[in-house]
């Protein structure tokens, strides 16, 4: 099996208020080194074995741009991990 795990966070341009509530959070409780929080959804799929690098790409590509991602509002990119058989 492949582990496929999926960062999708908002592009520079798009307020992202709740990052922002978490920012002011942290200055509140002391933690003034903080310059900047990002917040976003984190996804793990997992895919059955037996597709090429290049196939797994391609679909992965297709599936965070239907439907994970949102294409005017956000970034994504995702890491590609082997996973150890269950037994």
Known sequence: MTL??????YKKS??????????SAL????????N??????YF???VADGKSKADLDQEINEICDKLLAN????NY?????ETEAAQ
């Open 4 to 9: 496929v795990k999926v960062y999708v966070t």
């Open 77 to 81: 990119h995702y890491e590609i991990a």
């Open 14 to 23: 798009i307020l992202n208020p709740e990052a922002q509530a978490v920012h």
């Open 36 to 41: 900047d929080v990002k917040l976003g959804k």
């Open 44 to 46: 793990e799929l997992t």
């Open 27 to 34: 200055t509140r409780l002391g933690y003034n080194d903080i």
């Open 71 to 74: 294409y005017n509002m956000e």
